[in-house]
């Protein structure tokens, strides 16, 4: 969407550069209404396919400030068919377990 290839990049460097964390949970917000909003059956795009294995980072689910964030997201992936997308990496089901264990 256009809206996504504007924002797209800059969530992406904010996901990478934004050691501090502060603005980490407004991106997975942003993220998950990106993918909320998204045509049903179309292609998850670049930057959301790109972004999932930052959620399967342990210690993103650290801290509390960016568990309802990381909620959200998850289950906008899981709803958008990502394990299906991503089936070429057979471990990002495992890695969603390893989460909650």
């Not at 256009?2 to 990049?9: D, L």
């Not at 210690?59 to 906008?76: D, H, V």
Request: charged share 20%.
């Amino acid at each position: 969407t256009s809206c996504e290839n504007i924002f797209g990049p800059r969530l992406k460097e904010v996901l990478e550069n934004d050691y501090e964390g502060q603005f980490i949970p407004y991106v997975y917000q942003l993220l998950a209404l990106i993918l909320e909003f998204s045509p049903e059956g179309g292609r998850m795009s670049d930057t959301c396919t790109a972004a999932f294995p930052q959620l399967l980072k342990l210690n993103r689910w650290e801290f509390s400030r960016n568990i309802p964030s990381l909620t959200r997201l998850l289950i906008a992936y899981l709803r958008k068919g990502i394990i299906q997308t991503l089936n070429h990496q057979s471990k990002s089901l495992d890695d969603i377990v390893v989460v909650f264990h």
